[in-house]
Antibody, heavy 120, light 109 residues
């Protein structure tokens, strides 16, 4: 069974940093591209970032480029999102998600999400 | 534009057919995907590559695409189908970044 478990969310002040983790199990992690998607309270889904299977090609939405860094450790089956210079508008549930082996550009499984709140 | 536009809400009675649309200039060259999100839960993929239904998704869910519009159809909607539905595709840039539509709140009552 595919499982994606996010952790690391919490309350942080504007300008602060936070690192999210996503522990993957139930599939061969190193064969799959991975994504981060966020959802502000009461709002829709917003794609944030994607990383390819070996971690060599990270891609970002314009809203987070230069502030967020996606990374992965295939020896630990873990995906990361380092978030710096956080703003109140970054407040959201952050979902870790898997791209299928056949095409990593979309998402076939999602974690349950972790809440990030940016507030003073 | 790579934006995807969806109606904010729609309502059907149980047993009726719900058709949720997603329009975008890039859709003639891009696949559309559909996700269902029930209240307080993570999204679930219900249609991939315009028309494919993943294992475990009821047959009443189907997808189609023509020109700049993709459509998710729920034939004989059930009360349990009440949820937010999001279309998804990738942008037309070389990096093919992900793009979600704004979501459609489907009410079945």
């Amino acid at each position: 069974e595919v499982q994606l478990v996010e952790s690391g969310g919490g309350l942080v002040q504007p300008g602060g940093s936070l690192r999210l983790s996503c522990a993957a199990s139930g599939f061969t992690f190193s064969n799959h591209w991975m994504h981060w998607v966020r959802q502000a309270p009461g709002n829709g889904l917003v794609w944030v970032s994607r990383i390819n299977d070996d971690g060599s090609s990270p891609i970002y939405a314009d809203s987070v480029k230069g502030r967020f860094t996606i990374a992965r450790d295939n020896t630990k089956n873990t995906l990361y999102l380092q978030m710096n210079s956080l703003r109140p508008e970054d407040t959201a549930v952050y979902y870790c998600a898997r791209g299928p082996e056949t095409s990593g550009y979309y998402i076939d499984y999602w974690g349950q999400g972790t809440l990030v709140t940016v507030s003073s | 534009s790579d934006e995807l536009a969806q109606p904010p809400s729609m309502s059907v009675s149980p047993g009726q057919t719900a058709r949720i649309t997603c329009s975008g200039d890039a859709l003639p060259k891009k696949y559309a995907y559909w996700y269902q999100q029930k209240s307080g839960q993570a999204p679930v993929l219900v249609i991939s590559e315009d028309t494919k239904r993943p294992s475990g998704i009821p047959e009443r869910y189907s997808g189609s695409s023509s020109g700049t519009m993709a459509t998710l159809t729920i034939s004989g909607a059930q009360v349990e189908d009440e949820a937010d539905y999001y279309c998804y595709s990738t942008d037309s840039g070389g990096n093919q970044r992900g793009v979600f539509g704004g979501g459609t709140k489907l009410t079945v009552l």
